[in-house]
């Protein structure tokens, strides 16, 4: 059983292999996003924005029933759910407010957002359906990612600053082969330390760099 203290690396295979076993309508967001269009991240978590739909809403509920999902737990969040409440959470009640949280599971750290980073209805029309482990996976469109990053502050953007860069520079922004590979590789202890670029011989381009820029 996991703890709300734990930040485990999400398994993304597993978790959409999961998705799909539970026949939930959902569709990436979030760095995940951009790491299938090349960026060579390691995301912290799994962005997943379910469709409000009633019946899907209980079939994603019996999914984090069964990899015994609960919120995560910050101390220094002073307006924060306690511990005990994070402990005590079921997801039961299957709406979209009461998966609205960051969650530590089995299979590693899975998001919910159902707003934060747009409505299914808003990145629904825009997403295009490509492979990651084995399975037909929504991606939503890689600017409306990059839109909502403008302007944060938060220190892994900082950080990932020349990244978002390199891939803006780029037009138009798709997923690629060795991107999609690199999620669905991405595993509970981390991501691989080589990119599938680099295990063929080919050294990824920099981001900024005049091939990061060539559409793939």
Wanted: aromatic content about 6%.
């Amino acid at each position: 059983m996991p703890h709300p203290s734990e930040r485990p690396p999400p398994a993304v295979a597993d978790i959409v292999r999961a998705l799909a076993r539970h026949r939930v309508d959902w569709v990436l967001t979030g760095s995940a996003v951009l790491v299938a269009c090349g960026a060579r991240l390691r995301p912290n978590d799994l962005d997943v924005v379910a469709s409000p739909e009633q019946g899907n809403l209980r079939r994603l509920a019996a999914l984090l029933t069964a990899i015994h999902a609960v919120p995560a737990y910050f101390p220094d969040w002073a307006d924060g759910p306690t511990l005990r409440w994070c402990l005590d959470w079921r997801p039961e009640l299957a709406t979209t407010a009461q998966f609205d949280h960051l969650l530590v599971t089995d299979l590693g750290m899975l998001d919910l957002p159902p707003r934060l980073t747009g409505g299914y209805a808003e990145l629904r029309p825009g997403a295009t359906r490509h492979e990651v482990a084995g399975q037909q996976v929504w991606i939503c469109d890689p600017a409306e990612v990059l839109g909502r990053l403008d302007g944060r502050a938060r220190s892994k953007d900082i950080a990932r600053a020349r990244i978002y860069a390199g891939l803006r520079a780029r037009a138009p922004i798709t997923p690629t082969r060795d991107g999609l590979a690199w999620l669905g590789s991405i595993s509970s202890r981390g991501a691989p330390r080589r990119h599938p670029a680099a295990r063929r011989g080919v050294h990824p381009p920099a981001p900024g760099s005049r091939r990061a820029r060539r559409p793939r």
